[in-house]
C-alpha cells in the first residue's frame, strides 16, 4: 500500500488552564505546566529551536466534527512555553492530503473556523466560565475574543495584543 506524504503545518501562537482546538478536533481542558525558557523564539512558524523538542506537550485530541467524541483524524501537537513576559504555544498539524488544506481568509477577526485552523482558550480567571480565545489559520491571520457564562456569551470586538504565524512544510 502506498501512503501519501504528509504536509506538516506548523503555527506558532504568542499570547492558566489551556484549551486548544484544531480544525473541528478538541484536547479536553487541561493544566499544562509550560516550559520555561530564556532561549528567543522567533514567531515564524517554523518551532525550529530547541526549546521546542522539550516543551509541555498535547496530543489527546478529539473530534468536534463531523464525528463529535471520535478520536481526532490527523495527528496533531500543541507545544507550551513560558518566557519571561509571554506564553508561546506553537502547534504541528499533519495533514494526509495537504492539497485539501483551506486557507484563504486573511483579514482580522473573519470567521476562521471557515479556513483550517487552531484555537487555544484561556482561562485567565481560573473559574472554568470566563476565557480568552486566539484562532490562526495556516496563513497566520488572527481572530480573537473573550467568552463568558460558561460561552453562551462572546465579545469579539476585543482585539488582544499577540503575534501568529503559519506555515506549510
Do not use: H
Not at 506553537?90 to 470567521?111: H, M, N, Q, V, Y
Not at 460561552?151 to 469579539?156: L, N, P, S
Amino acid at each position: 500500500i502506498m501512503k501519501r506524504p504528509q504536509s506538516l503545518l506548523r503555527l506558532a501562537l504568542l499570547g492558566a488552564s489551556l484549551s486548544i482546538l484544531t480544525s473541528w478536533g478538541v484536547a479536553a481542558a487541561q493544566e499544562i505546566r509550560p516550559l520555561k525558557t530564556s532561549e528567543a523564539i522567533v514567531i515564524d512558524g517554523r518551532l525550529n529551536e530547541p526549546a521546542w523538542s522539550q516543551a509541555a506537550t498535547v496530543t489527546d485530541f478529539i473530534q468536534l466534527k463531523p464525528e463529535r467524541g471520535q478520536t481526532a483524524a490527523y495527528e496533531t501537537e500543541a507545544r507550551v512555553l513560558l518566557a519571561v513576559d509571554r506564553l508561546i504555544i506553537g502547534f504541528l498539524c499533519r495533514d494526509p492530503e495537504p492539497e485539501r488544506i483551506t486557507a484563504r481568509l486573511t483579514r482580522r477577526d473573519s470567521a476562521l473556523t471557515e479556513d483550517d485552523c487552531v484555537c487555544v482558550g484561556l482561562d485567565t480567571f481560573f473559574d472554568r466560565r470566563t476565557a480568552y480565545y486566539f484562532f490562526t489559520n495556516p496563513l497566520g491571520t488572527q481572530e480573537d475574543g473573550r467568552l463568558s457564562e460558561n460561552g453562551w456569551v462572546g465579545d469579539d470586538t476585543w482585539d488582544g495584543e499577540w503575534r501568529s504565524a503559519g506555515v506549510r512544510i
